[in-house]
């Protein structure tokens, strides 16, 4: 969950916790901050993405979010 933390301070929203649910549905962050999070995401891993990832249910939360990373990434 560390390296999660780390993409949403490197993407100027330190404020997001890994407490915190509903990222996404609640407004807490928007497409570009989903967006920026995919920037990083591929960046760390030095792997693209693939698009059916990039869907705001994988954004909800922290697990939801490393769910999603071990799922695209076969981690």
């Not at 549905?25 to 967006?35: H, P, T």
Request: proline share 1%; net charge negative; no cysteine.
């Amino acid at each position: 969950m560390e390296e999660i933390k780390q993409f949403f301070i490197n993407i100027g929203r330190a404020d997001v916790d890994e407490n915190m649910q509903n990222l996404v549905s609640a407004n807490i962050i928007n497409s570009i901050d989903v967006m920026n999070l995919i920037n990083e995401i591929e960046k760390y891993y030095n792997k693209t993405l693939d698009s059916d990832f990039m869907r705001p249910m994988y954004f909800e939360s922290f697990e939801s979010i490393r769910q999603m990373i071990s799922k695209a990434f076969d981690l």
